[in-house]
């Protein structure tokens, strides 16, 4: 053997590239899964992301042949359970859920570089709701000429910073010219309260939250944020068609691993995911939460992630939005 630090180091390297290749194999041969697959969920049991994600595991257990461990660890807007299923091996047995947009000037791992797309799982609406009292504005055009007549008096509350919810509120600003303060929440709930009782007057929240006090007539909702109407609330117009022209924000739900995945592993879960999506027990659970259902290969699914965070990255920088 070679003295030389050089020569000691060439054969380190050797010994690595064996040893990743030897990996490589292993799970190349391995019928997958052949075990429990873990499912994280960075935000706590009940919410959108949680409901979706659990409607969908229940299917993939089934097609999969093997259980699926939902494991709830909420914190930082997410970016905690990204950060753990960044450090699990690449081996498609540790999954998670990534909701967005978010915007964050904290790194974290992101899809395209630590994190690989593997579906989309479903897109949907946020809703702008106030309190549902009589002397509350009428309709989104009643809404948007007190603001632009009183501009310190509205605020509105959203589920965190650099949310798909405070960036929603933040277009309405954008393409109207009003002036609402942004009020960050923890999550949806808390905010839901305060809107009901009168502590901020609006809100931009996903529609689990808000559904059912729509429904009792405790919250007014002025319009939901795709280009269409949501399944859940046919009553409720679009902010497009309420009055703002070209208006149009999703919240989106992906299936992620960590980068590196084998091709194979990923592909069997699209295609397991595809296949859960058009279960009619999962459509109408998405339904009641507001979300639909959308199938793509991952190359899609990666590619309208990073063509949607570019344009709501524009917008932050355009209008110099603080997402922290």
Not at 148 to 167: C, F, I, M, V
Request: some cysteine.
């Amino acid at each position: 053997m070679s003295k030389h630090p050089g020569g000691r180091r060439g054969l380190f390297l050797i010994f690595c590239a064996l040893t990743a290749l030897a990996s490589s194999a292993t799970l190349a041969q391995e019928k997958y899964p052949s075990r429990a697959i873990t499912w994280v969920v960075g935000y706590p049991p009940g919410g959108s992301v949680d409901v979706v994600t659990r409607l969908v595991a229940r299917k993939l257990e089934a097609t999969l042949g093997q259980p699926i461990v939902v494991d709830n660890k909420p914190g930082a807007t997410g970016s905690l359970a990204l950060r753990y299923v960044a450090t699990q091996p690449a081996d498609g047995y540790t999954l998670v859920t990534v909701p967005g947009p978010v915007l964050t000037s904290i790194p974290m791992p992101q899809i395209g570089k630590e994190m690989s797309a593997i579906a989309m799982l479903a897109k949907g609406s946020t809703v702008l709701v106030g309190p549902a009292r009589p002397d509350a504005p009428k309709d989104l055009k009643a809404l948007l000429a007190d603001a632009s007549a009183h501009p310190d008096k509205y605020s509105y509350g959203s589920s965190g910073n650099g949310t798909g919810q405070h960036l929603t509120g933040e277009l309405i600003q954008a393409l109207t010219g009003v002036t609402m303060t942004h009020v960050p929440y923890k999550g949806g709930n808390q905010a839901v309260t305060d809107v009901i009782g009168g502590q901020i007057p609006l809100a931009v929240l996903g529609i689990t939250p808000v559904l059912p006090h729509i429904k009792s007539g405790k919250l007014k909702a002025y319009g939901v944020s795709t280009a269409t109407r949501s399944a859940s609330l046919p009553e409720v117009p679009t902010l497009r068609e309420a009055g703002i022209a070209n208006f149009e924000a999703s919240q989106w739900f992906v299936l992620a691993a960590r980068a590196g995945i084998p091709a194979d592993r990923s592909d069997r879960l699209n295609e397991a995911v595809a296949q859960a999506l058009k279960d009619p027990e999962v459509m109408k659970g998405f339904e009641n939460v507001g979300m639909f259902p959308e199938v793509h290969s991952a190359k899609q699914t990666a590619d309208y992630i990073h063509t949607d965070m570019r344009r709501w990255a524009d917008l932050v920088k355009k209008n110099k939005i603080a997402i922290d």
